[in-house]
């Protein structure tokens, strides 16, 4: 009669033997993989572009052969756009990371030509190289007052939630993260004062360093209202469509989803009703576009913070990313 041998030692030993390929091993038995590029690793590639586009020396970074490079949404050689211009070290930069899908975000004051310019940043490392280098850079006119389209650099700050690791209580299964980003964006378009996500009572947001959600110093109601208050009024009714979303850095420790996205102005309403039935003359004078990096911050499942680097583009004009199909 043959002698019995536990399952677990004959496999292992048919597998030192060389009788088996190696994947054969259970998960349980084998050695847990690191992956490629952690969290310092990516953040590292973050400073190392940063520290790059100071002295205007994109062959200081490590790029892959066939690496794309995009600024306010145009494809551009490696070393055109802000590489020309820039004339500092950017401050102010807040760093995020997704390790699963080797990318790293930034949101920052870029100097260009001794002016501070809002900066949006992300890039993919596969093999590291940088493969994928996207930014949006929105340099606001000093000599016009800071407005809900442009706020003042000298205040810049971030929200400290999107810097700190959430408790693991309060942290977001990814696909869920996406979906809340994804319904901020629904909920914009052609908002009738239906909300399709979810926002914590406190909600702020601000865009081009300027906070447009839950400011109490804002000139009008609006912007002292609560993200979720805001949207309940209808006020963003003119907004025609939310399109080409990508949801491309999530980064689950930090409970924030970088996106990208286009609002469509198309003027054709010069009146809307808000929610409550109140008509409105829309501000919205000529089609137009804005192209936008937003990076939202999810606690328990609802978005609490919104950060915001966007620029004007013409109307409709279409991502050099993503195109949605329809």
Not at 34 to 40: E, G, H, L, S, T
Not at 93 to 118: N, T, W
Not at 153 to 173: C, G, I, Q, V, W
Not at 267 to 275: D, I
């Amino acid at each position: 009669m043959p002698l019995k041998m536990n399952k677990a030692l004959f496999t292992a030993a048919l597998w030192m033997a060389g009788a088996l390929p190696a994947w054969n091993i259970s998960a349980a038995d084998a050695p847990a993989l690191q992956p490629a590029c952690d969290r310092a690793c990516l953040e590292s590639f973050a400073d190392r572009y940063l520290a790059a586009l100071a002295v205007r020396d994109p062959t200081r970074l490590p790029w892959a052969p066939n690496a794309r490079f995009s600024e306010n949404n145009v494809m551009l050689r490696i070393g055109d756009g802000l590489w020309g211009t820039s004339s500092g070290n950017p401050t102010q930069v807040l760093k995020f990371a997704d390790v699963e899908r080797g990318r790293v975000g930034v949101i920052a004051l870029a100097q260009q030509r001794g002016q501070p310019a809002y900066f949006g940043l992300m890039l993919t490392i596969v093999d590291g190289r940088i493969s994928d280098a996207e930014s949006l850079v929105n340099q606001p006119n000093p000599a016009l007052p800071p407005s809900p389209g442009g706020g003042d650099p000298k205040t810049f700050f971030h929200y400290p939630e999107m810097s700190r690791d959430l408790p693991a209580a309060n942290r977001t299964a990814r696909r869920r993260m996406v979906d809340l980003a994804n319904g901020y964006f629904s909920t914009l378009q052609l908002n009738d004062g239906v909300l399709f996500t979810s926002f914590t009572p406190d909600c702020r947001r601000q865009e081009n360093g300027f906070e447009s959600a839950g400011n109490p110093r804002f000139e009008r109601p609006e912007g002292k209202l609560s993200c979720g208050e805001q949207f309940k009024t209808g006020n963003f009714i003119f907004d025609t469509a939310v399109r080409d979303r990508d949801y491309m850095l999530v980064d689950e420790a930090r409970g924030v989803v970088l996106s990208r996205a286009f609002i469509d102005h198309s003027a054709a309403e010069t009146h809307g009703r808000l929610a409550d039935g109140t008509v409105v003359e829309s501000w919205i004078k000529k089609p137009g576009s804005l192209s936008m990096l937003e990076l939202f911050h999810i606690t328990a499942g609802k978005i609490d913070r919104i950060e915001v680097v966007h620029i004007d583009v013409p109307y409709r004009m279409p991502s050099v990313w993503r195109r949605d199909a329809d």
